[in-house]
Each structure stands twice: as structure tokens, then as C-alpha cells.
Nanobody, 124 residues
């Protein structure tokens, strides 16, 4: 059973960098051919994919957030990390890490495992 757990600060000030880590257990983030994603849900809105890092280490970012987003991984710890720079209150959301079983699923925002989510509020 694969489990994902998000961790990071719940409050970030405007213009700062939001950093979240996803710790994966029950499966390796280098196993072919999974895609490890960061998604979020702002209040009253639907899920939005920020991007993903593939089993190979390649990355994809949502075009609307590409200039502010970085996703990296630490294979020794079986973790992957999100950095979102220059945040504004519009970045307030519940952030999830998730696993997509294929690149097609990742594109369609379809996941077989997802963390419980962590609330991140951007406020001074």
C-alpha cells in the first residue's frame, strides 16, 4: 500500500516561497512508470495540477505557474518537494501530493494515491 504524506508550513507570507515535501512509503519514486504530482484546491474551486516529477526525474509544470514552480526529489529519502515562489493570497489552498499511474493519467489529473493534503494560507 502506497502512502503519501505532505509536510511544510501552514502559513506563508506574501512574496515568500512556499516549500512542501511529500514523503512516500510503500513504493519507490523511481519505479517505472509513475508520475509524482503536486496538486492544489483553492477554497470553492476545483483541483489544479501544479506539475509533476516523473520516475525518471524529468519534470512538467503547469504553464500558468511554470515561472514560479520547481519540483525536485531526494531519492535517498524517497521524497519529492514543491517550491512555489513569490506567493500571493491567491495561492491559498489545500495542497496535495499524489501519484499518477501513467503520463496520460497525470495529464487528466487522475491519481491512484493521494496524500491527505495540507492547508497553506498566504497572509501577512
Amino acid at each position: 500500500q502506497v502512502q503519501l504524506q505532505e509536510s511544510g508550513p501552514g502559513l506563508v507570507k506574501p512574496s515568500q516561497t512556499l516549500s512542501l515535501t511529500c514523503t512516500v512509503s510503500g513504493g519507490s519514486i523511481t519505479t517505472t512508470a509513475y508520475y509524482w504530482s503536486w496538486i492544489r484546491q483553492p477554497p470553492g474551486k476545483g483541483l489544479e495540477c501544479l506539475g509533476y516529477i516523473a520516475y525518471s526525474g524529468s519534470t512538467y509544470y503547469s504553464p500558468s505557474l511554470k515561472s514560479r514552480t520547481s519540483i525536485s526529489r531526494d531519492t535517498s529519502k524517497n521524497q519529492f518537494t514543491l517550491q512555489l515562489r513569490s506567493v500571493t493570497p491567491e495561492d491559498t489552498a489545500v495542497y496535495y501530493c499524489a501519484r499518477a499511474p501513467s503520463i496520460a493519467a497525470a495529464v487528466r489529473n487522475e491519481y491512484d494515491y493521494r496524500g491527505q493534503g495540507t492547508q497553506v494560507t498566504v497572509s501577512s
